[in-house]
């Protein structure tokens, strides 16, 4: 029998998982401690009370999906508003692959010019013009047949956290560049000390011309109740943001800067923002309840989960320096990843290099960790959220 589904991870052996509660999802087997969290979208742990509370208040208030303008995205975008300061107007969508493929559009529309400036490392979702990882001297190398040719030519990557070749190739192109988009920490290898080259983006972006783009799709909300641009007082022109905010439901959103609107205000260009399922009230009604309710506990939220994300950085290290193996934990708040290498690493390019020499270690590893009852994502990336019980930390 052939599978069905064609989308990531379906063969006809998937193991097929049906529910999920608190810290676990479960199969007909088994089931597992979930460190993936819908690849960190989910805050609070699965089924959390508010979220179930906000289905079922769904269901009293007739709330239904309506493609027009409503009372729960207004009421959304203000909450939004509220921890993410650098927004003058939000732009509602279903999927961060959609609002990265939006924010292109607006960067395009106001600069007119097609070249993107895509720092390597990073992840920005199924994006035909993005969907390139680092080659050789920064050759781009497709991840997909099918993308139209425009799009290799168009991209120039940059490498993440090094300054001076970034600059080089900047300089270089800056009359063709309508953007630079950045991972600011990239769930492939969360690393800390970037806020130079942050900053460096900003001021070169600002002093060229050129439009900022940050995706937050897994920082945004992650990092302390708001985002890595707030946490670095960074001011990109536009973010992208998702994951999380949806409480528990798909969601994509783009934030513009005050600089940006005005622009789009004062050029009288039309950019197409439309989708039927733009700004749903059942949607934007779950996201903005669970959002309350992190913003008000947002002090005992995010300081277990960091906590606990800590906690077990540190000791998991420790006991791999003990037993002498190659391996290393790199965190970014409540945002890991297992590196299988403890060479010291500063981009994902080095890590790729190291970890393909040891596939097959690779292999093994991930074959235990499953038959210990844990769910690790083909990503590799860990989330914590607040359901995590610290027992399972002791290991
Ligand atoms: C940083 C980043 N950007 C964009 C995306 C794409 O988001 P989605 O999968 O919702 O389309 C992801 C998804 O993992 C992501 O991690």
């Known amino acids: 029998m052939s599978e069905n589904i064609l989308n990531e991870g379906y063969n006809k052996n998937s193991e097929l998982f049906f529910k999920g509660v608190g810290e676990n999802i479960v199969s007909k087997n088994s089931k597992y401690l979930d460190l993936s969290m819908c690849a960190g979208s989910i805050l609070l742990g699965h089924n959390h009370k508010i979220f179930k509370k906000s289905i079922k208040k769904i ?14 995205a207004r009421n959304f975008s203000k909450n939004i508003k509220k921890i993410l300061p650098n927004t003058s107007s939000i732009i509602f969508c279903n999927s961060g692959t959609e609002a990265v493929t939006k924010s292109l559009r607006v960067a395009r529309a106001i600069s007119n010019k097609n070249k993107v400036a ?13 969907l390139f990882r680092t080659g050789k001297n920064l050759k781009p190398i497709k991840l997909s047949s099918g993308l139209p040719l425009e799009s290799m030519k168009n991209v120039i990557l940059i490498p993440y956290n090094n300054i001076e070749k970034t600059n080089q190739i900047l300089t270089k192109h800056k009359k063709n560049i309508s953007c630079i988009i950045i991972e600011p920490i990239q769930g492939s290898l969360p690393y800390k000390d970037i806020k130079n080259y942050l900053k460096f983006l900003e001021k070169f972006a600002k002093k060229n011309n050129i439009i900022l783009i940050f995706d937050e799709m897994i920082t945004g909300l992650r990092t302390d109740c708001s985002s890595v641009q707030n946490y670095y007082s960074i001011k990109p022109d536009i973010g992208v943001f998702g994951k999380s905010f949806g409480g528990g439901l798909p969601i994509g959103f783009i934030t513009l800067s005050k600089k940006i609107k005005n622009k789009i205000d004062k050029m009288k260009i039309k950019v197409f923002f439309g989708g039927t399922f733009s700004g749903n009230p059942i949607n934007m009604y779950v996201g903005n309840e669970v959002l309350k309710y992190i913003i008000v506990n947002k002090k005992k939220i995010f300081s277990k989960i960091n906590n606990n994300a800590k906690f077990f950085t540190n000791s998991l290290n420790k006991f791999f320096l003990l037993k002498k193996l190659d391996l290393k934990i790199y965190r970014f708040k409540s945002m890991m990843r297992i590196v299988f290498t403890n060479h010291k690493l500063k981009d994902r390019y080095s890590r790729d290099f190291l970890e393909r020499k040891k596939n097959k270690s690779i292999f093994s590893f991930k074959k235990y960790i499953k038959s210990q009852k844990i769910y690790l994502p083909s990503s590799g990336i860990i989330f914590f959220h607040i359901a995590i019980i610290e027992n399972t930390l002791n290991f």
Not at 59 to 72: C, E, M, Q, V
Not at 118 to 130: A, E, M, P
């Open 118 to 130: 895509l720092v390597t490392g990073g992840w920005h979702g199924s994006v035909d013009q993005l």
């Open 59 to 72: 269901l009293k208030k007739n709330i239904s999906n309506f493609a027009a303008p409503n009372i729960y």
